[in-house]
């Protein structure tokens, strides 16, 4: 149970487009979410938390305008990497809070901007 | 300030010898502690998570955790590794607060070696 699936798996774009990501919890329902950076080799950064129906808290130095967040459902989260470049190349995680304390978290998603 | 040291960046160690992969973490408040493991382009696997009660945690696989909390430490160990636990190992805290947000070290890389 309390799985989060994450997709794509990787993306490939043109530096200047955006792209989307998707964050969906199968059997249980997401309140907060929280979307992860990983560079290689590197631990992961959290960049913000998501909450259904309200605005994300963003971590300091992370660009909100650059890194959109949408959690319109209690099922879905979406992260989109607006006006790309290839310093935003990366690996990208979410996850969720499921019950009695513990954390879930989706498979990744690699974004290679070209 | 509240934050999460994994004093090993790397841990080379043949195969059938014990492992101890160490955390240590900083914070006034309590706090929840979780080891992660994560295998190259994957998302993040619960190894094992101290929440309260014992302070001796087994998680999957083998592996177990002591949380110290004179210490400030959650190390963890596995009696015997085998080639298949070669993969990167994060230690996360969630600091009481806010959103309860999940915080991670550096990790670790460990190499078991036959």
């Known amino acids: 149970g309390a799985v989060v699936s994450q997709h794509p798996s990787w993306v490939i774009c043109k530096s200047g487009t955006s792209v989307k990501i998707e964050c969906r919890s199968l059997?249980?329902?997401?309140?907060?979410m929280f979307w992860y950076r990983q560079f290689p080799k590197q631990s992961l950064m959290l960049m913000a938390t998501?909450?259904?129906?309200?605005?994300?808290?963003?971590e300091q130095g992370v660009e909100k305008d650059k890194f959109l967040i949408n959690h319109a459902s209690l099922t879905l989260s979406t992260l989109t990497v607006t006006s790309a470049h290839p310093e935003d190349s990366s690996f990208y995680i979410c996850?969720?809070?499921?019950?009695?304390?513990?954390?879930?978290f989706g498979s990744g998603t690699r974004l290679t901007v070209v | 300030a509240q934050s999460v040291t994994q004093l090993d960046s790397q841990v080379p160690v043949f195969e059938e010898a014990p492992v101890e992969l160490r955390c240590n973490y900083s914070?006034?408040?309590?706090?929840?502690l979780f080891w992660y493991v994560q295998y190259p382009n994957q998302g993040l696997q619960l190894l094992l998570k101290?929440?309260?009660?014992?302070?001796l945690v087994k998680g999957i696989n083998g592996f177990e955790a002591e949380f110290n909390k004179s210490q400030t430490s959650f190390h963890l160990r596995k009696p015997s590794v085998h080639i298949s636990d070669t993969a990167e190992y994060f230690c996360?805290?969630?600091?009481?607060?806010?959103?309860?947000?999940?915080?991670f070290g550096a990790g670790t890389r460990l190499a078991v070696h036959p």
């Open positions: 998501s909450n259904e129906g309200s605005k994300a808290t963003y």
């Open positions: 101290y929440l309260s009660g014992s302070t």
């Open positions: 914070s006034s408040v309590s706090v929840y």
């Open positions: 996850s969720a809070r499921v019950p009695r304390g513990g954390y879930t």
């Open positions: 996360a805290v969630r600091f009481s607060g806010g959103y309860n947000k999940l915080i």
């Open positions: 059997d249980f329902q997401a309140t907060t």
